[in-house]
Nanobody, 121 residues
C-alpha cells in the first residue's frame, strides 16, 4: 500500500529554520509536494517537485526562504524552511501525484497525515 509519513515539525522562533521530511513507500510518483493549512483557513500550496527532472515550484509567500528537494534512492522528499515567519504556522502535509497541475490540491492522490509547524514571534 502507498504511505506518506511526514516528520520534522516543531516549534521555532521567527527567523529560525526547520527541515521537514516525507518518506514515501508503496509506489513511484510523478511529482511530490508540500501543502499547509492554518486554523480557519483553506489548505494552500507551498512547494512541489517533479520527481524525474527535479523542477521545483513555490508559492510566492515562500520563495527565497523554502527549498524542496528529493532523494530518489530513499524515495524521500524534504522541505527546508529558513527565515520562518509567524504566518508560516500551520500543519504541513506531504502529498504525491501522477497527473494534473502541481500547484492544485486535487492533483494529489496520496497524502500524509501532516506535521505541525509553529513559529513564534
Amino acid at each position: 500500500q502507498v504511505q506518506l509519513v511526514e516528520s520534522g515539525g516543531g516549534l521555532v522562533q521567527a527567523g529560525g529554520s526547520l527541515r521537514l521530511s516525507c518518506a514515501a513507500s508503496g509506489r513511484a510518483f510523478l511529482f511530490m509536494g508540500w501543502f499547509r493549512q492554518a486554523p480557519g483557513k483553506e489548505r494552500e500550496f507551498v512547494a512541489s517537485i517533479v520527481w524525474s527532472k527535479g523542477n521545483t515550484y513555490y508559492a510566492d509567500s515562500v520563495k527565497g526562504r523554502f527549498t524542496i528537494s528529493r532523494d530518489s534512492a530513499k524515495n524521500t522528499a524534504s522541505l527546508q524552511m529558513n527565515s520562518l515567519k509567524p504566518e508560516d504556522t500551520a500543519v504541513y502535509y506531504c502529498a504525491a501525484g501522477l497527473i494534473g497541475t502541481m500547484t492544485m490540491t486535487n492533483s494529489y492522490r496520496y497524502w500524509g497525515l501532516g506535521t505541525q509547524v509553529t513559529v513564534s514571534s
